[in-house]
Structure formats: C-alpha cells, structure tokens
C-alpha cells in the first residue's frame, strides 16, 4: 500500500493517541493534532489524504474545521466522530458531507472501514 497520510484531531489526549497508533498499525501514516487551529497551521493540511475529526473540541469545532477545509481544500474526504447526539449537532455535521459519522465509543473496525470506503474512490 502507498503511504497514506490520514491526519487526527481530537482534544481527547488518550482517544488521539489510541487513533493514531490504530491507524500506523493498519499501515496509515497518521499525524494527530489536539486541536484544530494546530492543524490548520500544520504541513498536513495541505498534504493529507484524509482527515479524521471529532466534533465537539475546545476552540474551532470539527464542523467548522471540515467547513475551512472545504474552502481550502474542496474533495478531502473527511470522517467526524462524536460522542453527543443532539440531533442539531447531527444535522450540522452531515451538512457538511462526511464520509462517515461515526458515534463515540466506536469499534476501531468502523473507522478502518470507513478509511477502506474512502481510498477505495481514489
């Protein structure tokens, strides 16, 4: 498999690092970021193949992350994760056309799934 880069970002610490080591073992080359301003001001948001963000963080959401994507970025395939279902929240983030939306805790065979979906287009 050619390197993919597949940037995270959670403000989670514990569920960022367990992310980015699924997805180094499943052969990903996975960068993980604490939050999005870091990101943004990253190498990996103009590089990575696929971003990986969860909804609700301190400072800018995973929404409006996956929005200033579009603009910079338009066709970067993007999974949100969120542990709140409010159905406003919901409804917000599947405007925005994730891939996948995936309710936290989810099984790590999801998210693969999910990358396998995304690269399976490309």
Not at 45 to 59: E, K, P, Q
């Amino acid at each position: 498999m050619a390197e993919i880069s597949v940037a995270v970002v959670d403000d989670d610490k514990s569920l960022l690092n367990a992310l980015v080591d699924l997805l180094q073992a499943s052969d990903y080359q996975a960068t993980g970021f604490d939050n999005a301003e870091a990101f943004l001001r990253s190498a990996e948001a103009d590089t990575a193949d696929c971003l990986i963000t969860d909804i609700h963080m301190s400072g800018m959401s995973g929404i409006e992350l996956n929005r200033t994507m579009s603009e910079r970025r338009g066709g970067l395939p993007v999974i949100m994760m969120t542990a709140l279902q409010e159905k406003s929240t919901l409804d917000a983030a599947l405007a925005c056309g994730p891939v996948c939306l995936l309710a936290k805790p989810f099984e790590s065979e999801l998210l693969l799934e999910c990358l396998d979906r995304v690269f399976a287009r490309h």
